[in-house]
């Protein structure tokens, strides 16, 4: 079955600069790659996703890569901001969605 | 406000209760999951429901017992749990055309269960 790698497990950053999430799968059929944010006491949200016939996806100061041959792909993140302090979980689907343990985004003001 | 509702947000029961955890989508999905939230851990998948129909079961231990009476509801007996079973549990609905899980997962807040 699919198994996804997930880096770093925290992060911390100074408001105003960029973050990078990476991750890595294994099983080359997948084909859909979500990412979602949770916030302190509420469920993952999505945030942005990526379809395997897309190499790059951007929303305002978010965007997602996909590497297909080599199998990972990150998240973006610029000009941060303090709301953005999260959990980040990226995920990796062909017929079974399969999550990263998640990465604690710390911004600070 | 998310379209998932889920109830109760907190639940602390004893090893040997009986209880239930609800699920409610108001989005028109026509697939509902159950995913248990442990710390440190990747969101582990328990069960899912298309069409009412259970299509996917992750080697839950019998003690957990899903209930979709139809594509709106969702539920998880429980009953003689451990303590290991504490954790956020998480219901999510998605609208699945293929029969495969390439579709964005909309999650409710989840209930923080602890087994004492």
């Known amino acids: 079955g699919e198994n996804v790698e997930q880096h770093p497990s925290t992060l911390s950053v100074q408001e105003g600069d960029s973050a990078v999430i990476k991750c890595t799968y294994s099983d080359s059929a997948s084909n859909y790659f979500p990412w979602y944010k949770q916030e302190l006491g509420k469920g993952p949200q999505l945030i942005i996703d990526?379809?395997?016939?897309?190499g790059e996806k951007k929303d305002q100061r978010i965007a997602v890569t996909l590497n297909k041959t080599a199998k990972h792909f990150s998240l973006h993140i610029t000009e941060t901001q303090p709301e953005d302090s999260a959990v980040y979980f990226c995920a990796a689907s062909w017929n079974d969605m399969r999550f990263g343990a998640g990465t604690r985004l710390t911004v600070k003001p | 406000e998310t379209g998932v509702t889920q109830t109760p947000r907190h639940l602390v029961m004893g090893m040997t209760n009986k209880k239930s955890l609800k699920c409610e989508q108001h989005l028109g999905h026509n697939a509902m999951y159950w995913y248990k939230q442990s710390a440190k851990k990747p969101l582990e998948l328990m069960f899912v429901?298309?069409?009412?129909?259970?299509?996917e079961n992750n080697s839950v231990p019998s003690r957990f017992s899903p209930e979709c009476p139809n594509s709106s509801h969702l539920f998880l007996h429980l009953h003689t749990l451990q303590p290991e079973d504490s954790a956020l549990y998480l219901c999510?609905?998605?609208?699945?055309?293929?029969?495969?899980?390439?579709?964005?997962?909309?999650f409710g807040n989840g209930t923080r269960l602890t087994v004492t």
């Open positions: 990526i379809r395997s016939n897309v």
């Open positions: 999510a609905s998605s609208q699945d055309e293929t029969g495969t899980s390439n579709s964005p997962l909309h």
């Open positions: 429901y298309n069409f009412k129909e259970q299509t």
